[in-house]
C-alpha cells in the first residue's frame, strides 16, 4: 500500500512537473501572469492594481491574473521557472532576476518627464539622529535584501560617510518599507532607508509623523522601477505589451504606481545598480 501511494506521488510531482514546463515554454499564453512587487499584503496590492488589470485585459484581448509573491527572492524564482509572464521588478531585484532568467527590462515609470527616484535615510528624533554620523553604533533598518531603495542605495549612503554595516552599525531587514518606517517611528530602531516616494506617502497619509521621524539624507537619482516581461514571448505579443504600457493615460491605472505614465527602457538603463553592488562588495550570484 504504502508503495504503491509513493508511485503514486512521484509520478503526479511529475505530471506538475511537466506542466510547469510546458507552461513556461508557452510563447503565447491565454491567461497573462503579471507580478506586482510586495510591498504591501497581496490582497491590496491585487486591490489597488484592478484598474491595471482590467485595462490589461481590454486592450490584450488576454485574461490577466494579478500575482504577488510573500518577498522579492520568491518573485525572482517565480519569473525564473516560467511561472510568470510580465512582473513589475525593483532594480536590484531586477538585475538578479535578470542574471538568472530569461527576461528583459521594456518600461518604467515617469513623472515630471523623469523616469529616475530617490531613497531617503531616516531617523528616530528623540534617539538623537540628526544626521547618518548619528547612526553609528546605533540599530539600522531595511526593507528587503533584494531591494534597491530599501538597501542597495541606503547602505551605500552609510558606507560613503563611513559607516559599514556589522561594524559601525547593526543592520536587520524587516521586508517592506512601510515596516521600516513604522520601526523607527516606534523607537524599535534609531534609523531605516527605503524609498522616498513610498516615505512621502506614508508621511501624507498620517501613518509617520515628522515629529517623530527626520529624513536624515536623500540619495541621487536612480533609474525607476522596471517592467520586464519572458523575453520567449510571442514578438507580436511582446510588441503589443509594450505599446499597451507606453500609451496607458488613465488615472485609476498610474495612481498606484504615482506616476503620470511608462516610459521605454533597456536592460543597459540598470548598470548603474550592478556598478553600486559591485561597491558594496555584495555578491549578486548569491543574493
Known amino acids: 500500500m504504502k508503495k504503491n501511494l509513493f508511485v503514486f506521488i512521484t509520478l503526479l510531482m511529475v505530471l506538475m512537473s511537466a506542466s510547469f514546463a510546458s507552461a513556461a515554454a508557452n510563447p503565447d499564453p491565454k491567461v497573462l501572469k503579471v507580478a506586482l512587487l510586495p510591498d504591501e499584503s497581496a490582497s491590496t496590492v491585487i486591490k489597488n492594481n484592478k484598474a491595471l488589470k482590467d485595462y490589461l485585459e481590454k486592450n490584450l484581448n488576454k485574461k490577466i491574473e494579478l500575482v504577488v509573491t510573500t518577498d522579492y527572492s520568491s518573485m525572482i524564482e517565480a519569473i525564473r521557472h516560467g511561472r510568470i509572464d510580465v512582473a513589475f521588478f525593483g532594480p536590484l531585484s531586477y538585475v538578479l532576476a535578470k542574471s538568472k532568467s530569461n527576461i528583459e527590462a521594456f518600461a518604467a515609470m515617469s513623472k515630471k518627464g523623469s523616469a529616475t527616484y530617490q531613497a531617503v535615510v531616516i531617523g528616530n528624533i528623540s534617539a538623537g539622529i540628526h ?157
Open 131 to 287: 544626521s547618518i554620523a548619528d547612526i553609528k553604533g546605533k540599530h539600522m533598518v531595511y526593507g528587503d535584501q533584494a531591494s534597491t531603495s530599501s538597501h542597495l542605495i541606503p547602505k551605500s549612503m552609510l558606507l560613503d560617510q563611513g559607516l559599514a554595516a556589522g561594524k559601525e552599525y547593526q543592520e536587520h531587514f524587516l521586508g517592506t518599507h512601510d515596516a521600516v518606517a513604522l520601526s523607527v517611528q516606534n523607537g524599535k530602531a534609531q534609523a531605516g532607508g527605503l524609498s522616498r516616494p513610498i516615505f512621502e506617502s506614508l508621511v501624507a497619509k498620517g501613518v509617520i509623523d515628522l515629529r517623530k521621524v527626520k529624513p536624515l539624507a536623500y540619495s541621487k537619482p536612480f533609474p525607476e522601477y522596471p517592467w520586464t516581461m519572458r523575453s520567449d514571448l510571442k514578438p507580436e505579443l511582446k510588441k503589443k505589451i509594450k505599446d499597451v504600457f507606453y500609451q496607458v493615460k488613465d488615472v485609476e491605472v498610474l495612481k498606484p504606481f504615482k506616476a503620470e505614465g511608462f516610459t521605454a527602457m533597456t536592460d543597459a538603463d540598470y548598470d548603474v545598480v550592478r556598478d553600486l553592488a559591485k561597491i558594496l562588495n555584495l555578491d549578486l550570484a548569491k543574493m
